[in-house]
């Protein structure tokens, strides 16, 4: 067993968006499990946006990453050392423990999961997990969908938005119109059966989304805010809903940034704009676990994902995804897949 591990610090609380200097990568023992513990060697870790809000302090739905201490978030691992006996060696499980290649965990603190079988154990960190349950949740509970309803979906290319247009897509939509940031996602989201995407850096996103959805829309799914949350106000039809899952063209603002200017039209237009976390839908998990599970084996569902590999690509990846160079889920492989 690696007697050290390397893990990645919060060095700095970054102003504006992040730099590499905001992170420190270092190498540290791996303590003996106690009783009741595991040894995990992570196979495959989650960046995702809401990191950036836990880089913050001050009050916010997750506690903030502490300067100087190792960061948390979202990955699968495999139990290399047992003192738990529900958890032998060899056990794939799932973690919020990574931002490092090993770790010492309480056996209650992790989730089993099946073993590695026709599932890519990343899968539990997109499609299969917290951003797959995040759109199954805001768009058939929180949105409300209906068969026939038009959906707009921004962030289209990215974990929560590709699996939130095909979902709509399987389930009976009237048409899917998809937002993305460059003309590869749109293409791809073409290819995945939206039946309009735009690339919202070719305009103003209510001129491109006027083109798009001539006829307004019934539901949005809103991954980025701003422009695109003002635009959909301007398109939606009367009783119009918004799924309010994120605000990414926010999140490295310094100055809050401003509201959509438009948000008198709610009253004659009546509609309904609501905010959620994924975490209050916990309930949902069987259901949709069962569901995806179905698309996936009948191959109705495409899952796509960016793969970086090694702890030291957590980072840029990281940054990256803030960019928008993911397609689909962005992780990062720190081990080969188990067998
Ligand atoms: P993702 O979409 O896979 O990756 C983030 C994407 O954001 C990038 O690929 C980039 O794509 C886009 N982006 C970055 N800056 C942008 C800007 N200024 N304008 C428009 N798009 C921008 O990430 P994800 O994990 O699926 O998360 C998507 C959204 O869901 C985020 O807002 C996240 O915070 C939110 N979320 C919410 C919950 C919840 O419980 N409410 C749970 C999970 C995720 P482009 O190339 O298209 O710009
Ligand atoms: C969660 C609730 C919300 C969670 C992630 C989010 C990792 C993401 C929110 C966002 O990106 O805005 O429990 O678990």
């Given at each position: 067993?690696?007697?050290?591990?390397r893990?990645?610090?919060?060095?700095?609380?970054?102003?504006?968006?992040?730099?590499?200097?905001?992170?420190?990568?270092?190498?540290?023992?791996?303590?003996?499990?106690?009783?009741?513990?595991?040894?995990?060697?992570?196979?495959v870790?989650s960046?995702?946006?809401?990191?950036?809000?836990?880089?913050?302090?001050?009050?916010?739905?997750?506690?903030?990453?502490?300067?100087?201490?190792?960061?948390?978030?979202?990955?699968?691992?495999?139990?290399?050392?047992?003192?738990?006996?529900?958890?032998?060696?060899?056990?794939?499980?799932?973690?919020?423990?990574?931002?490092?290649?090993?770790?010492?965990?309480?056996?209650?603190?992790?989730?089993?999961?099946?073993?590695?079988?026709?599932?890519?154990?990343?899968?539990?960190?997109?499609?299969?997990?917290?951003?797959?349950?995040?759109?199954?949740?805001g768009?058939?509970?929180?949105?409300?969908?209906?068969?026939?309803?038009?959906?707009?979906?921004?962030?289209?290319?990215?974990?929560?938005?590709?699996?939130?247009?095909?979902?709509?897509?399987?389930r009976?939509?009237?048409?899917?119109?998809?937002?993305?940031?460059?003309?590869?996602?749109?293409?791809?989201?073409?290819?995945?059966?939206f039946?309009?995407?735009?690339?919202?850096?070719?305009?103003p996103?209510?001129?491109?989304?006027?083109?798009?959805?001539?006829?307004?829309?019934?539901?949005?799914?809103?991954?980025?805010?701003g422009?695109?949350?003002?635009?959909?106000?301007?398109?939606?039809r009367?009783?119009?809903?918004?799924?309010?899952?994120?605000?990414?063209s926010?999140?490295?603002?310094?100055?809050?940034?401003?509201?959509?200017?438009?948000?008198?039209?709610?009253?004659?237009?009546?509609l309904?704009?609501r905010?959620?976390l994924?975490?209050?839908?916990?309930d949902?998990?069987?259901?949709?676990t069962?569901?995806?599970?179905?698309?996936?084996?009948?191959?109705?569902?495409?899952?796509r994902?960016?793969?970086?590999?090694g702890?030291?690509?957590?980072v840029?990846?990281?940054?990256?995804?803030?960019?928008?160079?993911?397609?689909g889920?962005?992780?990062?492989?720190?081990?080969p897949?188990?067998?």
């Amino acid at each position: 067993m690696a007697a050290t591990t390397r893990e990645w610090h919060l060095a700095a609380r970054p102003h504006g968006e992040p730099t590499p200097e905001d992170f420190r990568m270092v190498e540290v023992p791996v303590p003996e499990p106690a009783e009741g513990q595991v040894v995990v060697r992570m196979v495959v870790m989650s960046v995702d946006p809401y990191m950036r809000g836990r880089m913050r302090s001050g009050p916010s739905y997750a506690p903030p990453w502490q300067v100087g201490e190792v960061m948390k978030g979202g990955a699968v691992g495999r139990v290399v050392a047992s003192r738990a006996p529900e958890l032998p060696e060899g056990a794939l499980v799932l973690t919020d423990a990574a931002w490092r290649e090993t770790a010492v965990l309480d056996a209650a603190a992790v989730t089993r999961l099946p073993a590695a079988t026709d599932v890519s154990p990343s899968w539990y960190l997109g499609v299969l997990g917290m951003p797959g349950l995040t759109a199954y949740a805001g768009l058939f509970r929180v949105g409300a969908f209906r068969e026939g309803d038009d959906v707009l979906v921004s962030g289209a290319a990215g974990a929560v938005g590709s699996m939130v247009g095909q979902f709509a897509r399987l389930r009976g939509a009237g048409s899917v119109i998809g937002s993305a940031g460059s003309p590869e996602k749109v293409a791809w989201l073409r290819e995945l059966g939206f039946t309009a995407a735009f690339d919202y850096h070719d305009g103003p996103v209510a001129e491109l989304l006027g083109r798009a959805a001539p006829d307004g829309i019934d539901l949005f799914f809103d991954n980025v805010g701003g422009e695109h949350l003002e635009a959909a106000i301007g398109a939606f039809r009367v009783h119009g809903r918004a799924a309010l899952c994120g605000s990414i063209s926010g999140y490295n603002a310094v100055e809050p940034p401003p509201g959509p200017r438009n948000m008198s039209l709610m009253v004659g237009k009546r509609l309904t704009l609501r905010g959620f976390l994924v975490s209050d839908h916990a309930d949902l998990r069987p259901e949709f676990t069962e569901t995806v599970t179905g698309w996936l084996r009948s191959g109705d569902l495409v899952v796509r994902e960016t793969v970086r590999e090694g702890i030291e690509q957590a980072v840029p990846a990281f940054l990256d995804l803030l960019r928008g160079g993911n397609t689909g889920k962005m992780v990062v492989r720190l081990a080969p897949d188990p067998d």
